[in-house]
């Protein structure tokens, strides 16, 4: 085990070998990583605090899907009101960062894509549960711990509860409450309505921006643009520049990028560099590819957010270009050119139809276990959340018995983040009664 310190922290890293399918543990096996952190004046020799040996675990689960675990610098955004009595697990979730990587170099190793969409058929929130089981077994000795979710990390989180809630001290769940028995199309059907209200509100707070937006979708319909990476930046790809409108500043991001799109006539480079940076899965592969899957029980997906945006005429870019209506940008939505436009998703195209095929998806809520459950469990539900609509969440806090809801408006889907460890300190009083 590698450590090394860090402004108020000491950071221990940790690999473990986990079955690539947990249903057949003598086979192929992978690796996850984690990173455990602990305050300083708690780590041995360090000082005076509790002895590290003595302190909870609190295991953090990422959105995503298929995104790495944070990586701290210190004692930043929520990590400082969890080191107070945490030693905190920041999980690479099987397939992200440090843990053995599912991407196009490493799944050319499987000759077909049925091949490859069914290994990643094993990357979903069950098996990260599974996964975290045997880190809990072999980092934690064993003793149930206190998890915290954000987003998907949320929805695995919920999985936790129905398929292992002896793992689990307490849990905590930040904007990431999954509906237990709805499809991949009763999300999209509630969250396009949720991105058209973002549209709404940013062009009402940016008015000129309907201007530019409406000049350059025009310019990209009007000529051939690629992006540095090769990747062509079509109106589609424009309009998925709105993934960030859920978040505490992302119309603000939204609005400077457009704000300094042109070099005269031609868009700049600064802009599409810009752009690049938004529109590429260079970090997150898996998040294109198991996006849908993570909602997929029983049935195929079959490019839900395509079929579902045909229902929303507004989003058609033709009517924006002719000047009937506003350039309406999408949101966490993923749509099968994406894979033909990435240079890094494109070998993974055929894979992303086979997964959008898929329909002997296991379940991945148990709602009877969940009625009977026995973990303290604290959920903030953002009343205006983007990703995971608040009356899905609503209905499922309803049915996990024991969860204390707090629906808030205060934050926008990132409040874990950018409220320094005020949302987990209430989250944490909620469980444990206090609040």
């Not at 602990?38 to 959105?63: D, H, I, M, N, S």
């Not at 001290?169 to 499809?183: C, H, N, Q, S």
């Not at 809520?365 to 959340?385: F, H, Q, S, T």
Request: overall charge negative.
């Amino acid at each position: 085990m590698a450590s090394f310190s860090q402004p108020g922290t000491v950071v221990t890293d940790h690999v473990v070998e986990v079955p690539l399918d947990h249903a057949e543990p003598g086979g192929e096996q992978i690796q996850v990583f984690a990173r455990e952190v602990v305050a300083t004046e708690q780590a041995p020799g360090t000082g005076p605090g509790r002895a590290r040996e003595e302190l909870p675990w609190l295991l953090f689960l990422q959105g995503g899907p298929g995104m790495p675990s944070p990586r701290p610098s210190g004692r930043e955004i929520w990590l400082d009101r969890a080191l107070r009595e945490f030693r905190v697990l920041l999980l690479d979730q099987r397939g992200t960062g440090r843990s053995t990587p599912a991407n196009r170099r490493t799944l050319a190793r499987l000759r077909t894509p049925q091949a490859q969409a069914d290994y990643l058929a094993h990357f979903r929130a069950d098996s990260i549960v599974a996964d975290a089981e045997q880190l809990r077994q072999k980092i934690a000795g064993g003793r149930p711990w206190s998890v915290l979710g954000q987003s998907f990390g949320g929805f695995c989180t919920v999985t936790y509860l129905s398929q292992a809630p002896e793992g689990l001290a307490e849990a905590f769940v930040t904007g990431g409450l999954p509906g237990l028995d709805t499809t991949a199309d009763d999300v999209y059907q509630a969250t396009y309505r949720l991105v058209a209200a973002k549209n709404a509100m940013h062009y009402q707070r940016y008015p000129a921006d309907a201007q530019q937006a409406r000049r350059i979708a025009r310019h990209l319909a009007d000529r051939d643009v690629t992006l540095p990476s090769g990747a062509v930046l079509t109106v589609e790809a424009f309009q998925a520049l709105g993934h960030g409108l859920g978040m505490s500043t992302g119309s603000h991001q939204l609005h400077y990028l457009l704000d300094e799109a042109f070099d005269g006539d031609e868009l700049g480079d600064d802009f599409l560099y810009r752009v690049q940076a938004q529109l590429t899965f260079a970090a997150g592969p898996l998040y294109a590819a198991l996006h849908e899957s993570c909602y997929a029980q029983g049935c195929a997906t079959n490019w839900s957010a395509q079929r579902i945006r045909a229902q929303f005429p507004d989003y058609d870019a033709r009517a924006a270009l002719d000047g009937t209506g506003p350039v309406l940008f999408t949101g966490e939505m993923i749509y099968p050119w994406m894979f033909e436009n990435d240079p890094l998703l494109r070998p993974l195209a055929g894979a992303a139809e086979a997964l959008a095929a898929r329909e002997d998806w296991p379940p991945l809520y148990d709602a009877a276990r969940l009625g009977a459950n026995r973990v303290p469990v604290a959920a903030a539900v953002y009343y205006d959340d983007m990703y995971v609509p608040q009356q899905l969440s609503v209905d499922t806090a309803a049915r996990i018995a024991g969860l204390r809801r707090w629906v808030t408006s205060e934050y926008e889907h990132d409040g874990l983040r950018v409220s320094n460890g005020a949302v987990l300190d209430r989250l944490i009083g909620m469980a444990r009664g206090t609040i």
